[in-house]
């Protein structure tokens, strides 16, 4: 050993013992003939003291930041203590001194205010790593996975490690693949996820399988995605929805405890994806703020049940209104008292690329009980009384409007919420708000193939009273225009997400376990029998020897921590991320290969 | 849930409840108007009782072996107990039930004594996994990792992931390489290990690094070498060898207290590679026995030492001998007195081609103080009781004695003495012993490319002591046949294996982290300055920015687990193992892929 402890633990009750530290300089300050120096380790800072004889010394041979060093001497009270940091009651008198290794001065600072760019501290990944910052939300990482495994090991689920190089089965996204030498012409593939394999451990009778595991998914990155990222993947028998959502609550609520300590007492609100669109506009609402968003004019049938449609809105010779396929709008609390220039600003911001709407109309609910808006020509004060009680709007606030095409209105109007929310402090990232969001659609119509695409993924079971509308009936849809007619477009999904903060950080569902009805489900994809058998043939055939019900679920470990740590970013959370392009910069990976490899892998470049 | 209670925990105390149950049918055994069912779950084995009225329902619907179904009943006194399993006392008298899922008859019995072939079992491998043994094997396996994770995290180590798609650096094995679609012509490797990663790791400060972690090669099957396997991964800085073999000492004797319930009190032996290679005839001696071997004409110098050479042996006129580039001889207890048969036969074990010897020579020194054997006429007795002196026999002993090529007979009577010990029962399969081999040769020489190659791998630092020689001489050899005059021969690196039982389950090293030494290690190596650069020019950089004294060490997770189970077979122990093409037979994979992917990945198949 270099030391006998580390920067982090020496106090007051320790001066006189004679000790020996070993670490980085964080920093060094010379007072005439004394020098003092941070010294920095993984736990903490230790001030050591440079007397007069060694000074002269460290004028000789100068050391500099990030210098390693290895000092001995004797813990002493600090006349000057620095109550900020555990340590700061005492220095070491140091004795003897030596340079473990140098330094050369790092191209940023290592500190939590940084002078280096984004690029510079990816390329020398290993400095950044350095920074407090930067190993706290390592450290984060590390207490989740313990506090996670700790947890599932409690309730008596087995980690089984499942393979990496397995069949490449494309369904979704892109597979990773790697050839293979000692089959030529032949690919293995990375796992998008382990999802079949922990459906057999359940058909051998696991029961209760978890992994913290790397999957893979060769997609364009958008912003914050990673081409390899880590999910915790759990799956169980013998269970029914409730099940598996109090089970894994229960996760959530454990790592809560343990790696914030912060006892989540209250039960974890459900809601319907239905409700999610509806009320939030997309499946994943932060519910930490409440705005919900009322559909005045609306092309969606909603439980049959709104009666509304046209007449709130309608008859008004407003062109904007009348052709839009729908209008949304959503009550900002005290806003009836924005100026004229706020109402533009949120114009402004509705129209930039990003969100690409036309425009936003706007009802002021004042105080005094007087109605004024940006429509006043088409609308009197009668009808928009109507439109704000519809809102659920109250005196004070007022009542923003976007109108136009279904999918993009919903998805502008729920950014401008979640934006307002942030403007209006709402969205306190140190509050956690749990929710689950259930009953998704089963499937989805792919106009592009004319057929189901799974929202999920092909093994999700529909609910079970709407197993037999699946099987008898044949998934073909024979008019395009009328897919929503189909008696698939209505089955639900035994699927769930878990939703924080609007974060979406795991999804699952309830699996097929049936031979015939997972058949079915690949005919409602498009696969001939023959493909399905190619592809998933193991799974078909591991159904007919006593599966039993299963299900399970998977969260994106990556922006768990991220939320937990306060970011935004899951980049910040990975000891060494890709960027978007998906490389590494600091190794410059990807990078071309010998023509020897490829010779013996028996593939080539295409020009 | 579907059940209240699993199949493994009703005992006479819950007599009278009533209880749900849900598994699989392991047997079915009808008497006359009543039937037994044994259910089986991952917890074990409950008795049903299904009485007169359901009997009826049983015949029109007839369960099979495997079936998945779901019982509730009261749980009742057996008459006839069975107290082999812990639920042997009980039976659930049915009252109602349901199949959840029929099955197929198996393909093979799923029994201890299975009558599956490997093949058959490996394609239904969800079958297999359902035996009790597999399940053990896989329980076990989580079991050590558990108690790793545990201990390591109580020594203050950190679980830190590092990336799976990183740049190719061939240098020992062959890497598995994945096409990036992002950057076409270019790859990512798969690591063969997190080597490099760990190691900045220690630079950027972790100090203590754990994972348990995948890892890829690309190489030609040996039997029970898997393309992708799990390490325990580990490193440390400011730390000496001595830390590393007591820390990690520490951790195997946890998991032999964790997971076998196994004090391992004793230290645990050290022993040089010298002496492991002169004493036992390779570098992972099984020390649970002694027999050591005696080298009685040894090319090799040991420690300049053995005065002997030819004169034990020599001036006899026995061309074998004199011929011989080694000759190595091992005293057997208590075998003086076994019949020419049996001398006989081990002279053809020898002479089997898995070992190649030509033949072999005994010498019986027996009880009564005679001595003979199978070369009386070239060796007079006093001759023969030197030898047998020398070899440190007993009265009563034999002594096996094997001539040739140094390597080829180091080898043969290694594997002799292993046999031996086998035959003898002294290799107990439930008696453990650990062993530390340490100073190894830092480097081999490479007769295709007359040139070093690193013998652990080029991260390996030298002794302390050796660094001077290290860099102060030009590595490039000269005269191929005087390789051994070269000063960088003789140089021992701070490197270790830790041997169970004559399996080396780890290995590992202090490291360099002087930039200047890294540079004339990859110099060594034949490479390139600039090649250097270009597969490791972040670790050399990163040396440059205050790198710590740091070392570590990697266990072979999957051997590890196989030793602690008693097995010799690695495959036993991965939930889907590959066969000894690389193929995964239950997935048919690795195969090809469509033409669409190929394009993306812009490669091309090899005619």
Redesign the interface.
């Known amino acids: 050993?270099?030391?006998t402890h580390d920067c982090g633990e020496l106090r007051l009750g320790d001066v006189s013992r004679e000790v020996t530290l070993?670490?980085?300089v964080q920093s060094i300050r010379k007072f005439g003939s004394i020098s003092f120096i941070d010294l920095?380790?993984?736990?903490g800072i230790t001030q050591l003291l440079i007397g007069e004889a060694l000074n002269e010394y460290l004028t000789e041979t100068p050391l500099g930041r990030?210098?390693?060093i290895?000092a001995t001497g004797i813990v002493s009270e600090r006349s000057n203590k620095n109550l900020q940091i555990p340590t700061g009651e005492i220095e070491i008198k140091v004795s003897r001194f030596t340079i473990?290794?140098?330094?050369?001065t790092?191209p940023f600072t290592i500190q939590d205010d940084t002078d280096g760019g984004d690029d510079l501290r990816m390329k020398?990944?290993?400095?950044d790593?350095?920074r407090n910052e930067v190993?706290k939300n390592?450290?984060l990482?590390?207490a989740v996975?313990?506090a996670a495994?700790d947890y599932l090991?409690q309730q008596k689920f087995?980690?089984?490690?499942?393979?990496?190089?397995?069949?490449?089965t494309?369904e979704g996204a892109?597979?990773?693949?790697?050839?293979?030498?000692?089959?030529?012409?032949?690919?293995?593939?990375?796992p998008q996820s382990p999802q079949t394999?922990k459906q057999?451990?359940m058909?051998?009778?696991?029961?209760r399988y978890y992994q913290v595991v790397?999957c893979?998914r060769?997609e364009?990155?958008r912003a914050d995605r990673q081409?390899?990222f880590?999910q915790i993947d759990c799956e169980m028998s013998?269970?029914?929805q409730d099940?598996i959502l109090r089970m894994f609550e229960g996760l959530i609520k454990f790592i809560f405890k343990q790696v914030k300590g912060i006892d989540y007492t209250e039960s974890v609100e459900r809601m319907s994806w239905e409700d999610a669109m509806w009320n939030y506009g997309n499946d994943k609402p932060d519910i930490r703020f409440d705005m919900k968003i009322t559909n005045i004019k609306s092309p969606l049938k909603r439980n049959g049940a709104l009666e509304a449609e046209g007449q709130i809105i309608g008859h008004a010779n407003f062109n904007v209104f009348d052709q839009a396929e729908t209008i949304l709008a959503i009550s900002i609390p005290a806003a009836a008292a924005w100026t004229r220039k706020q109402f533009d600003a949120w114009t402004d911001w509705v129209k930039r690329p990003q969100i690409g709407m036309q425009g936003l109309v706007y009802i002021r609910y004042n105080e005094d009980g007087t109605i004024k808006s940006s429509v006043d020509k088409f609308y009197n004060e009668e009808r928009l009384a109507a439109i704000a009680g519809f809102c659920e709007a109250k005196k004070g606030d007022a009542i923003l409007i976007l109108a136009g095409r279904e999918e993009k209105t919903r998805k502008a109007i729920s950014e401008l919420r979640l934006e307002m929310g942030e403007q209006m402090g709402l969205r306190n990232k140190d509050e956690f708000k749990l929710l689950w969001v259930l009953d998704f659609p089963l499937f989805e119509y792919s106009e592009e193939d004319n057929r189901w695409v799974a929202r999920h993924h092909p093994f999700t079971a529909p609910k079970p009273d709407q197993i037999a509308v699946m099987i008898n009936n044949d998934p073909a849809i024979r008019r395009a225009e009328q897919y929503l007619e189909h008696p698939y477009a209505g089955i639900k999904a035994n699927a769930y997400d878990m939703v924080l903060n609007g974060n979406e950080i795991g999804g699952g569902s309830i699996r097929i376990?049936?031979r015939e009805l997972q058949e079915k489900m690949f005919d409602a994809l498009g696969m001939t029998r023959e493909e399905a058998n190619h592809k998933f043939?193991?799974l078909l055939?591991?159904?007919?020897?006593?599966?039993?019900?299963h299900g399970g679920i998977a969260f994106g470990f990556d922006r768990l921590c991220a939320i937990l740590g306060g970011s935004e970013s899951i980049r910040d959370f990975?000891?060494?991320p890709?960027n978007n392009?998906?490389?590494?910069v600091?190794?410059?990976?990807?990078?071309?290969?010998?023509d020897k490899?490829l010779?013996?892998?028996?593939?080539?470049?295409?020009a």
């Open positions: 050993m270099y030391r070993a670490g980085w920095r380790d993984r736990y990030e210098f390693v290895q473990l290794n140098k330094s050369a790092p020398y990944r290993y400095l790593l350095r190993k390592l450290e990482r590390y996975n313990r495994r090991h087995m980690d089984i490690e499942t393979p990496f190089l397995i069949k490449s494309p892109r597979d990773f693949v790697v050839p293979s030498r000692m089959n030529p012409g032949q690919f293995y593939a990375l394999f057999l451990l058909v051998s009778g696991y029961d790397k893979f060769d364009d990155l081409p390899e880590t013998f269970i029914e099940d376990y049936q043939g193991f055939g591991a159904f007919e020897y006593g599966a039993p019900p990975i000891a060494f890709k392009s998906g490389r590494d600091m190794l410059d990976a990807p990078s071309t290969i010998d490899q010779n013996e892998l028996s593939i080539e470049i295409k």
